[in-house]
């Protein structure tokens, strides 16, 4: 088998992996360090697709195939080659042997019970054609036919039974509750290879089959028995017996599987379901602060566990840039479902300035249990620093970090995987004998910089954290040669980037951001080399993987070997001409006659880059009156050039309203991109009323009449 090495992430398991990794030696000869550095830190190549939280060794009888849960302990099912008697062995979730061997009743011989299903009342185990029935290890209460022999899996999910066996149909069987009766069996479809062992998952409302065909394979059905999902429980066991769901009280909602194995074994598997589940939403992101100003945001706090179960949760850290207030900052006994967590931020004193960071929740009984909202600030950027950083080609000063979003001057980005994602660290180095190539494409301007992300890491009898500072890098730029590294186009050598923190990955290993500017590369899509050339620290990069897919494709190399990922990389270069709307003016007008026309003007205006071109359009207004525009809409606006917009409205026929409302205008390119004139309308108050009064005054006061004729 060929050898790959890279670093992939997994808690525990990874430090795991990263004992394993000390038996080895690094030696002087290239292909000996190749064999001797084992290729992952972490989830081994071919882990099954569930965690195993738990196993219980059953090495009582050498011959179990079946497992039941009767809410309490596990009854295990045994065949009779080792005591001349069919066993049911009972195990408590810890593994303690609460009773057994206690001999099976009924007629069961041979292999025995093949699987359990409890419904509440009686353990039923599949045997021949029948399901026998125990209301306790010992008694046997009865019987009822299933439609095939011999039923093997078995599972129960409150109103149906269902079984299956080696290359049988899926079957429903609905019991009338009459002990010698034949059950009316329903053909759900299949056959189906191997099957074993069924359990119904109330939580996700199906069935999970385990095989004994040598596959490991697991499959997923709905209660239709339509296939859901295949998943594997190898390389860790290949041959499965029977299975049950089991709600635990130590690992929660769980599938439980016994492993025909040496010893049999019963194995806890997690779905997804044991105990609380933090998660949470959001993200934080406010632009043109100024300095000082408090703004608010929110995010949501979400328990996506077991029903039932209560969460208990704390804010771990937020950014140390501002002032930062949370309500509530922490909570417990939070059921599945959701909180609303409101924020406060003091914005920094620093003016021209980019701010980011994460606020990172946990779990307060589960410090493995993260979640993370991504936060950025930024603080108004003069035009003038903006104009001198685009001069320099993106040389960045001190006064604005890079911030790898693809923004302006981005030409192609494939962004890390973050610390909790399935995240993978390649080695490319000439001294361990690796080179990793990756491909780009669409690239519409000279690249003139590269930045990319991975870790500075010493391997000798195991991976420690090395020290970014001492690694001499060589790029190379290739032409791609039907998707693969074709022609040397540029070859750049000798070179100590900058680089910056990125990232801690399982709390062992420190990632950077290296970068490196005054490349010159027209090359709208081809391949790419990074490879650490030289330390004196022995230090090596592995560099980080992306799972951006667009851009990326999900393919890489390793010395030529595929890779089944991208890696993190962006290239930058030439500046692109953006346009900006902006439009003035307001409409106002009063006493107007339902009915009546009247007129006015706004402007429109591109702001935007020098050489940018403005396309815009009027996309909604008010619904009252009727509206006119001359032009309702442009292309082509360059930078400095004022459009003037005549407006005509034709007002309601409402007398005596008030009305107001809002023209909205959008670059046809950026949605948005919007700006907004204030419109009002008044038609005019009624005089009728008032003149009536004002004549009944003075026929009655002829003095006071006479004033009054002089006022109005």
């Known amino acids: 088998m060929e050898k790959r090495n890279f670093l992939k992430g997994a808690s525990v398991l990874l430090i795991a992996a990263v004992m394993i990794l000390s038996t080895f030696a690094v030696t002087a000869n290239t292909d000996e360090i190749k064999a001797d550095i084992a290729p992952t830190i972490g989830v081994p190549q071919g882990r ?25 302990n596990f009854w295990v099912s045994a065949g009779d080659a080792d005591t001349g008697y069919c066993e049911f062995y009972i195990y408590a979730e810890d593994g303690t042997l609460v009773e057994g061997p206690v001999h099976q009743g009924g007629s069961a011989t041979g292999w025995g019970h093949r699987d359990m299903a409890y419904d509440g009342d009686y353990m039923f185990g599949s045997y021949d054609f029948f399901m026998d029935g125990f209301s306790d290890p010992s008694t046997y209460e009865g019987l009822f036919q299933g ?25 429903q069987v609905e019991w009338d509750g009459s002990w010698g009766s034949v059950g009316t069996a329903v053909d759900l479809g299949g056959p189906h290879s191997g099957a074993y062992g069924l359990a119904y998952d109330e939580m996700s409302d199906c069935l999970w089959m385990t095989t004994a065909d040598y596959t490991g394979n697991l499959f997923q059905f709905d209660m239709t028995g339509g296939l859901l999902n295949t998943y594997s429980l190898l390389p860790e066991y290949d041959i499965q017996g029977g299975c049950t769901m089991a709600n635990t ?24 379901y044991s105990g609380p589940n933090l998660d949470c939403a959001g993200d934080l992101d406010w632009v043109d602060v100024e300095p000082g100003a408090t703004v608010t945001g929110s995010f949501t706090v979400d328990n996506i566990g077991d029903a039932g179960s209560e969460l208990d949760w704390e804010i771990e850290s937020f950014p140390d840039w501002g002032t930062w ?17 409101d924020v406060e ?99 519409t301007a000279t690249i003139e910089d590269l930045h990319w992300w991975g870790l500075p890491l010493i391997y000798s009898s195991g991976w420690t954290q090395g020290n970014p500072e001492d690694l001499e890098f060589e790029v190379i730029f290739y032409e791609d040669d039907a998707g693969s590294p074709g022609a040397v186009v540029a070859t750049y050598s000798n070179l100590f980037p900058t680089y910056t923190f990125y990232a801690n990955y399982a709390g062992l290993y420190d990632a950077y951001l290296w970068e490196i500017d ?118 082509g606006l360059p930078i400095g050039e004022v459009i ?12 005596e309203t008030e009305f107001e409302g809002e023209i909205v205008l959008e670059n046809c390119d950026d949605p948005t991109d919007t700006c907004t004139i204030n419109v009002a309308l008044a038609t005019p108050q009624s005089q009728s009323l008032i003149l009536q009064f004002l004549d009944m005054i003075a026929q009655r006061f002829p003095i006071l009449g006479m004033i009054l004729a002089a006022l109005f």
């Not at 899996?153 to 079957?171: C, I, K, P, R």
């Not at 993260?370 to 035009?383: E, R």
């Not at 040389?395 to 923004?407: A, E």
């Open 518 to 635: 005054g490349l010159d590369v027209d090359l709208a899509a081809g391949w790419l080399s990074i490879q650490s050339t030289s330390s004196p620290t022995s230090t090596s990069l592995l560099w980080a993987n992306s799972e951006d897919i667009p851009p990326g494709d999900g393919y890489s190399l390793q010395d030529g070997g595929a890779l089944e990922y991208d890696e993190a990389f962006e290239l930058t270069g030439g500046v692109p001409t953006i346009p900006d709307l902006d439009c003035d003016g307001t409409l106002s007008w009063i006493d107007v006659t339902p009915g009546e026309t009247v007129a006015g003007t706004f402007t429109v205006e591109n702001i935007g880059d020098d050489g940018s071109m403005l396309d815009w359009c009027i996309v909604s207004y008010p619904d009252w009156g009727t509206f006119t525009f001359d032009p309702d809409g442009g292309t």
């Open 644 to 655: 003037t917009v005549d407006v005509e409205v034709v007002a309601p026929d409402d007398p």
């Open 249 to 272: 009280a130590t690992y929660g909602y769980v599938l439980v599987v016994l492993q025909q194995f040496t010893p049999d074994r019963l194995t806890f598997y997690d779905l997804g």
């Open 48 to 72: 099954g697709d569930f965690p195993i939280l738990f196993e219980i060794d059953l090495d009582l009888n050498t011959q179990c195939v079946g497992v039941g849960y009767d809410g309490d």
């Open 147 to 171: 439609p095939i022999s011999p039923n093997r899996a078995m599972a129960y999910d409150g109103t149906y039974f269902y079984t299956s066996g080696f290359s049988e149909q899926l079957w």
């Open 345 to 443: 931020v003091v914005a920094p004193d620093d003016p021209e300035t980019e701010f980011a960071g994460e606020v990172v929740l946990v779990n307060s009984d589960d410090p493995t249990d993260t979640c993370i909202i991504a936060a950025a600030l930024v603080t108004p950027v003069s035009q003038q620093f903006i104009q001198a950083s685009v001069a320099n080609n993106f040389i960045q000063s001190s006064q604005v970090p890079y911030q790898p979003i693809g923004g302006l001057g981005s030409l192609y980005l494939q962004t890390p995987v973050g610390p909790d994602g399935s995240w993978t660290f390649t080695t490319s180095d000439v001294l361990l004998g690796y080179l990793v190539q990756d491909n780009f494409h669409d690239v």
């Open 325 to 341: 207030t949370f309500d509530p900052d922490g909570g417990t006994g939070l059921l599945p479902g959701s909180v609303t967590v």
